[in-house]
C-alpha cells in the first residue's frame, strides 16, 4: 500500500540557520533603537508639558494674589483714596487737564482772532 511513496524531509543547513538567528538579532536591535527614539521623544514631551505646567503655576499664583488684593479691598470697602499711585493718578491727571486748558485756545478764540485778522 505504501511501498511507492517516499517521504523526503528538508535538511537546513547551519547557514541558513545562522542567518535566521542575526535576522531575529536585526529585527531585536532594530526594535531597541525604535524603543530608546520613543522613549526619547516621551522624556522630551515631558520637558515641555513641565515647562508650560511651570508657567501656568506661575499664571495661577499670579491669579490668585490679584483676588486677595481685590479681596483686602472689599473688605476696606473699596476706600483707594488712601492710595498712593490713586492720588498720583489724579494728580497727574488734574495738571494734564488744566495744562491743556491753559495752552490749547477753544474753538471761539480761534474764531475770533480769526475775525480779528479779517
Excluded: C
Aim: charged content about 35%; overall charge positive; cysteine-free.
Amino acid at each position: 500500500m505504501f511501498q511507492g511513496l517516499s517521504i523526503n524531509s528538508k535538511k537546513t543547513s547551519k547557514n541558513t540557520q545562522s542567518k535566521k538567528a542575526n535576522k531575529g538579532k536585526t529585527a531585536s536591535l532594530e526594535s531597541t533603537r525604535t524603543y530608546e527614539r520613543t522613549l526619547a521623544r516621551i522624556i522630551e514631551n515631558q520637558g515641555e508639558i513641565l515647562s508650560e505646567l511651570k508657567v501656568i503655576k506661575d499664571k495661577v499664583r499670579r491669579i490668585e494674589n490679584r483676588l486677595k488684593d481685590l479681596e483686602q479691598k472689599m473688605d476696606n470697602g473699596f476706600d483707594i483714596t488712601n492710595n498712593k499711585a490713586f492720588k498720583e493718578d489724579m494728580i497727574k491727571g488734574a495738571a494734564k487737564a488744566l495744562i491743556e486748558k491753559a495752552i490749547y485756545p477753544e474753538n471761539s478764540q480761534i474764531k475770533s482772532e480769526a475775525e480779528k485778522y479779517v
